[in-house]
């Protein structure tokens, strides 16, 4: 990793800031992007105290500006863009019939549009400083790491939402990863399973009218059960680290695998979801009225 200059957006918090730790502690420059700017000024002064070796761009990773400065900053201090770990996002629950179509845009508007706004001024640095290989192609340009999740292979009732942005990274990340690898560019996809952040926090905050009896209308009596197993799961839940881990991997591989998934009851997940007929998922993932209770 070292000399390396990498972004993280969404660093102030959870898995983006323990990839920013691992990659400042594997050597590289880190650039470290998010709305709270104390978080990001705390986060590099723990990281680098020198401040030589990290940088904190406050910002909104939904606002075209903001985005700008983040590159420009970069690229004044480094002068190159090595890695972009695309990282930001948050969750929004509700059942589809519910939820109120800004609230669906502003998920899409973060999760996804963002990220690719981000990849479109980010990806022409990369091709710039590749190198031309013998074959003609590029190499070494950079590398572009997604942050997805189990959710975009998996979608459970009441979470649709946020799931299908990260089904629709599923597609950009497979189609970015054949559109770059001409030019040097390599596209990873690292999918987490559930890990301890402030995730679930940000997540009720974004989903509370919606969730709310008024708010999900007939589907209320199923609300107890939908949280019920959100805490269970909570209990296999990882942390931010094991991300991190395999973050770092997609950075220091030779040749850097497509996906990534992880922890291991992710793996397995997916496993089953590999397995099992949509029938026997649905059974599984099925709504329980009256079921659970509020948490
Ligand atoms: N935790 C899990 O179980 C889990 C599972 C699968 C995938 N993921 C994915 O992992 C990523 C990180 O989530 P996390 O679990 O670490 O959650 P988190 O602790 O809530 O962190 C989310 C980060 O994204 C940033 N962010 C959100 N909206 C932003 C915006 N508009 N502009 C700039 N930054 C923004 C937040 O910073 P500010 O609020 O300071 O802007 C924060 O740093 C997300 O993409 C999430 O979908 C998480």
Redesign the pocket.
């Known amino acids: 990793m070292l000399n390396k200059t990498v972004i993280v957006?969404?660093?102030?918090?959870?898995?983006?800031?323990?990839i920013a730790r691992r990659l400042a502690r594997g050597g590289a420059n880190v650039i470290v992007?998010?709305?709270?700017a104390e978080?990001?000024a705390a986060l590099c002064a723990e990281i680098d105290p020198q401040g030589a070796r990290s940088l904190a761009v406050?910002?909104?990773?939904?606002?075209a500006a903001?985005r700008e400065r983040l590159v420009r900053a970069t690229l004044e201090k480094f002068g190159r863009i090595d890695g972009l770990v695309?990282?930001?996002?948050?969750?929004q629950r509700g059942p589809i019939e519910r939820i109120p179509l800004e609230a669906l845009r502003a998920n899409f508007?973060?999760?996804v549009f963002?990220l690719v706004a981000l990849t479109q001024l980010v990806a022409p640095v990369m091709r710039a400083q590749a190198r031309l290989g013998r074959d003609g192609c590029g190499k070494d340009g950079g590398r572009i790491v997604n942050?997805?999740?189990?959710?975009g292979k998996i979608t459970r009732p009441m979470s649709a939402a946020?799931d299908s942005?990260?089904f629709a990274l599923e597609g950009i990340t497979d189609g970015l990863r054949g559109e770059l690898k001409p030019f040097g560019i390599d596209v990873t996809l690292v999918?987490?399973?559930?890990?301890?952040?402030?995730?679930?926090?940000?997540?009720d905050v974004a989903s509370e009218r919606v969730l709310s009896p008024e708010g999900a209308g007939p589907y209320a009596p199923y609300v107890g059960d939908f949280q019920a197993k959100r805490a269970k799961l909570r209990r296999v839940?990882?942390v931010?680290d094991d991300?991190a881990r395999l973050v770092g991997k997609a950075f220091t591989a030779r040749r850097p695998r497509a996906y990534y998934n992880g922890p291991m009851h992710a793996k397995f997940f997916l496993f089953l979801k590999w397995l099992l007929p949509a029938r026997v998922m649905d059974w599984a993932l099925r709504m329980k009225k009256n079921a659970g209770r509020r948490v």
């Open positions: 957006t969404g660093a102030s918090s959870g898995i983006g800031g323990a992007f998010a709305r709270r978080r990001l406050a910002g909104d990773v939904t606002v903001d695309n990282n930001a996002g948050y969750g508007e973060t999760n963002s942050i997805g999740s189990v959710a946020y942005t990260k999918r987490p399973g559930f890990i301890r952040t402030e995730f679930g926090q940000v997540a839940a990882g931010p991300i």
